[in-house]
Structures are given as structure tokens and as C-alpha cells.
């Protein structure tokens, strides 16, 4: 059989697999349910790896005189496909669209969901509350580090070496790579480092408080290997154990209410001398309605320790280079979660350091 006597075997292929191909490709389009479906089913059909693009390839192989007849007819199958898939494309298109209309209205008159705000952790809100007392009573707010040096947190504050608060068991050592091997460092066990800080870098009149993070090896239900206290000092010319009482009177009675009793009893802290606990009269049985000598609060009797204060140590000056013929000072310092826990009747201190959000979000 010669080339011009009719069709060749190329041409006849070409022509079967186009009339076959039209019908299927408007087929496809036709069972694709969204245009996802229908954009994929496109993309097999007329894409670079498609059904079309094998058919044209094989327009190679129809013999010359042929091609331009076989490559319009392509193109017409192509464009009849290309219709198909655009009218399958409106089709989806508007059924979405009058499902919409249809759909039940949306109710513009429902309040909107607003985005939950967070707020300070209880601790910080307390602590900057007794910040502020202090600071309306004309302290200066100070700051010191969580990692200290034995010399801040223990030696310059009198503690002799063998107190039992230096010991291992009692304060988290730390070990500082690249320090000298004598360097003795720990996580400090109270604000009190803030004193030596301070009183070693400033000269009286001074007020300073101060707060934060301290660490000690505790943890049960009152006990927090980590929690926060809050310390104050005053050192000026003729400071006395009166000027002490007034201002942590004055303190005990913002925080806790203008009427609360205060009082003062004989402790001991090897930084003061003399050293004294503050008491308020216990906040759950104070209407003395007879309910005293059960409250298990206070212990029945009356009265909530809140404080460690007293005069500041001799020693103590004569360390920070404040001479102490000439200044006398007193200090204190308070536990915020005591605080926190005596206010909410909150029963264990962890609930403090969860941060479960049904927790802290009463606050
Ligand atoms: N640092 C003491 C403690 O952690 C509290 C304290 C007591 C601080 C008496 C003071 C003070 O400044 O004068 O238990």
C-alpha cells in the first residue's frame, strides 16, 4: 500500500484514538464533584503528561501530507474538551453558590467570640501590690540576680560558716564553669543578697526594696523549691526599732486592711539585732465570734506570721563599708506566696507554679 493511496496505519491510529478521546475526556468532567476533582481530572486529560499530549506525540509518525489535517482536528477535540471542562466548572460553581443562598442565614446578631486576654501571674500581681505600698512610702524598687555569690547571700549577712542554711542539703550550689576554684556560688535563698548589693554600692539615707525568685531544697504542700520573696531596707542617721514598727505597721494595715492589729515578737536572724517576726491578727477568725479556737489557719491563735524583720546587724554595715557609729538601719523581709495563699485560702502552694488556666484565670 503506497502513502497517497488513502489513510496509513499512523493516520487511522490517530484517528481512532481521537474519536474515542472526546467522549471520555467530557465523561471524566462530568463525574468530578468539585472543582478540585475537576481540575485534576483536567490536568491528566490535557495536561503535559495527558492523554492529548501522547496523541500528538504520535502525529510524528502520520505521514506528511496528513499532519496539518490530523494536527486541526487535535485542536478541535481539544477545544471541544476545554468547553466541556468550563462548563463542567460553572456548573460546580453555581451549585456551591445556590447551595449557599440557600443555606440556613447567617445570624450577623450573635455576639462575636472575643479572643481570651491573659493577665499578670498572681505572684507578680501581689508582689508589684507590695511594691507599691512601699514605693508610696518612699522606697526605691532595686533588683539583684537569682545566681549569687556565698560572699552576697550568706558571709556579709553574719551567717556563720557552719549555719545550717549553707549547708548542701539546704541551698542549691551551683558550679560555674570557668570560675575560679574557689568561686562559691549558689541560687540565692532569700532577697536579703539585695542589702549587701545595695549597701555595698550606695551611701545612706537609703530606702530600697526589692523582690524576686529564691530557691531552697523544700517541697511539700507549703513548700516550693522556688518561690518569691519580697525584701526592704532603710539605713539613715538615728533609724530605730520605732521607725521600724511605723512602717511595717503602715504596710501590714494597707495590705491587709486599716483596722488590722500588728504586732511584734523576739526572733532571730542572724543578720538583725535585735530580730523580730511580724504578726497580723489572723484574717479568717478575726470577728472573734467564737470560732477562734478552732481555726486551723492561724492555729487558734489569733494571729498569722507575715514577716522576718529587725535592726540591721552591726556587722552587717561594717561589711557594705557603712560605718555603723553613724547609721543604724532596719530591715525586713516576706514570703508573696504566704501571702497569696492566707488571702484565697489557697491549700497548696503548687496549684501557684501549675499554671493549670482554670487555676490562674480567678485571679
Ligand atoms: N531572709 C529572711 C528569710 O528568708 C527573711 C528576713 C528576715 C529578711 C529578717 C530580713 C530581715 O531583711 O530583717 O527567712
Not at 481530572?41 to 490535557?46: K, V
Not at 485542536?75 to 476545554?82: D, H, K, L, S
Not at 501581689?126 to 512610702?137: G, Y
Request: glycine share 8%; aromatic share 8%.
Amino acid at each position: 500500500m503506497s502513502s497517497d493511496s488513502g489513510s496509513s496505519d499512523g493516520e487511522l491510529r490517530i484517528e481512532a484514538s481521537l474519536a474515542a478521546f472526546g467522549p471520555r475526556a467530557v465523561a471524566a468532567f462530568g463525574t468530578a464533584a468539585t472543582e478540585q476533582e475537576l481540575r485534576f481530572a483536567r490536568a491528566e486529560i490535557l495536561g503535559k503528561k495527558g492523554e492529548l499530549t501522547a496523541i500528538l506525540r504520535g502525529l510524528g509518525q502520520a505521514p506528511a501530507d496528513q499532519r496539518r489535517a490530523l494536527g486541526e482536528r487535535v485542536n478541535g477535540v481539544r477545544a471541544e474538551v476545554e468547553l466541556a471542562f468550563e462548563a463542567r466548572l460553572s456548573a460546580i460553581t453555581s451549585a456551591l453558590r445556590a447551595a449557599d443562598l440557600n443555606a440556613a442565614p447567617f445570624d450577623m446578631s450573635l455576639p462575636g467570640r472575643s479572643a481570651e486576654r491573659g493577665h499578670l501571674h498572681p505572684i507578680t500581681q501581689v508582689s508589684n501590690e507590695i511594691l507599691d505600698i512601699f514605693r508610696s512610702l518612699g522606697f526605691e524598687v532595686a533588683w539583684g540576680p537569682q545566681i549569687e555569690l556565698e560572699e552576697h547571700n550568706f558571709t556579709k549577712l553574719a551567717f556563720p560558716p557552719d549555719h545550717p542554711a549553707t549547708d548542701m542539703q539546704d541551698s542549691f550550689w551551683v558550679k560555674v564553669t570557668g570560675a575560679p576554684s574557689d568561686a562559691r556560688v549558689l541560687l540565692r535563698t532569700h532577697t536579703s543578697n539585695v542589702q549587701v548589693r545595695e549597701m555595698s554600692t550606695h551611701t545612706p539615707p537609703m530606702a530600697i526594696v526589692s523582690g524576686g525568685s529564691v530557691f531552697r531544697r523544700d517541697d511539700d504542700v507549703t513548700h516550693s523549691p522556688m518561690f518569691h520573696q519580697i525584701e526592704g531596707f532603710l539605713v539613715d542617721e538615728s533609724v530605730s526599732f520605732a521607725e521600724l514598727k511605723g512602717v511595717l505597721t503602715e504596710f501590714a494595715r494597707r495590705l491587709y486592711g486599716p483596722s488590722t492589729p500588728v504586732r511584734f515578737r523576739p526572733s532571730y536572724f542572724p543578720f538583725v539585732e535585735p530580730g523580730a517576726e511580724a504578726d497580723v491578727g489572723c484574717v479568717f477568725c478575726s470577728e472573734d465570734d467564737g470560732t477562734r479556737a478552732t481555726c486551723r489557719v492561724c492555729k487558734a491563735t489569733g494571729w498569722l506570721e507575715i514577716l522576718g524583720c529587725g535592726m540591721i546587724h552591726p556587722d552587717v554595715l561594717t561589711h557594705c563599708g557603712i560605718d555603723p557609729e553613724r547609721y543604724t538601719g532596719f530591715a525586713f523581709g516576706m514570703g508573696v506566696e504566704r501571702v497569696l495563699m492566707l488571702r484565697y485560702n489557697i491549700p497548696d502552694i503548687r496549684l501557684l507554679f501549675e499554671n493549670d488556666p482554670r487555676f490562674v484565670a480567678q485571679f
